[in-house]
């Protein structure tokens, strides 16, 4: 069976009260919900995972590269502009992944253009909220059908 991990990096826990005008209002709990009956449909093994920590991002992702993990969906959040670790570890495991972000952090701060992961990815979801995640889910699924052809 296909697994698909999706990681949330930091303050993603306080989606819904956290700026909603700029990540909507949906709370990281309606999204991972709607992500596992979406796997459910599809008969894919999702997990997720949550953390305001850089290093327990890292060692998640060193886990799946050891476990059966087959795709990743990442949204590294602030240490998408500051994580060398954190690409490092996709690159030490190689597991393919989808970068994915709520706003469309280029047209944000200008520090918020710039990520250490982008050139690693798979592809970049940005910019529609909570659909950035269904959209990279439904990617995710597309990319691990045609790899195991």
């Given at each position: 069976?296909?697994?698909i991990l999706v990681i949330h990096g930091p303050n993603l826990n306080m989606l819904g009260t956290r700026e909603p005008e700029v990540y909507g209002s949906d709370t990281l709990e309606s999204i991972n919900?709607?992500?596992i009956e979406m796997?459910?449909?599809k008969e894919i093994n999702l997990e997720t995972f949550?953390?305001?920590v850089e290093g327990d991002i890292v060692s998640c992702?060193?886990?799946a590269g050891t476990s059966d993990t087959h795709f990743v969906i990442i949204n590294p959040a602030?240490?998408?502009h500051t994580s060398i670790a954190i690409r490092d570890a996709f690159l030490a495991t190689r597991i393919p992944f989808i970068e994915v972000h709520l706003s469309n952090i280029f047209t944000r701060e200008e520090f918020r253009m710039h990520s250490?992961?982008?050139d690693l990815a798979i592809g970049i979801i940005s910019g529609f909220g909570k659909y950035s995640y269904l959209l990279a889910f439904e990617a995710a699924v597309i990319h691990c059908k045609q790899s195991s052809q």
């Open positions: 069976m296909t697994k919900q709607t992500l796997a459910a449909e949550q953390s305001n992702i060193q886990n602030a240490y998408t250490y992961l982008s």
